[in-house]
């Protein structure tokens, strides 16, 4: 099995450059691919805000990464888990750390983007919470 890195994902989907792009084809084309979640991570990231792409774009090729055959993700529930919560306004970074979270009584943030009020609407566990000022 070989891992890869973000860039190898970036020139994948992003088709940016063709020689690039192909060879990153043929990594995936030849199975046994493994594909850290911090990869994952960084391929939203990259594709939202140097990419510039639409976050439902984006949502949708981490969705269509993690279906691929041949390829095993990291933690995948946790994946398909901040993909869920995506979908429903949940800044995939934040919707990540959540599900990794899953074994902690709270999530602790400053909410700097109203992510607790968010969480707690959408009734998401573990509870996300403000600490005390």
């Known amino acids: 099995m070989r891992a890869v890195d973000t ?6 989907y992003l088709r940016d450059d063709a020689v690039q792009g192909r060879v990153a084809a043929g990594v995936f084309s030849a199975g ?5 979640k911090t990869v994952v991570l960084e391929l939203e990231w990259v594709l939202r805000y140097v ?7 984006v949502i ?9 055959p041949g390829i095993t993700v990291e933690d995948r529930d946790e ?17 990540l750390h959540l599900a990794a979270s899953k074994s902690c009584s709270e999530l602790l943030t ?8 968010r969480a707690k609407k959408l009734r998401l566990k573990p509870p996300v919470k403000v600490p005390n000022r």
Do not use: M, T, W
Not at 7 to 12: D, T, Y
Not at 51 to 57: G, H, I, S
């Open 60 to 68: 949708e090729c981490l969705a269509h990464l993690i279906a691929l």
């Open 51 to 57: 990419a510039d792409q639409p976050e439902n774009k």
């Open 110 to 117: 400053f909410d700097d983007r109203g992510y607790a009020r």
């Open 7 to 12: 860039n190898i994902l970036a020139r994948f």
């Open 32 to 36: 046994d691919v493994f594909v850290p």
């Open 79 to 95: 994946i398909e888990a901040a993909l869920a919560h995506s979908r429903n306004g949940i800044d995939f970074a934040d919707a």
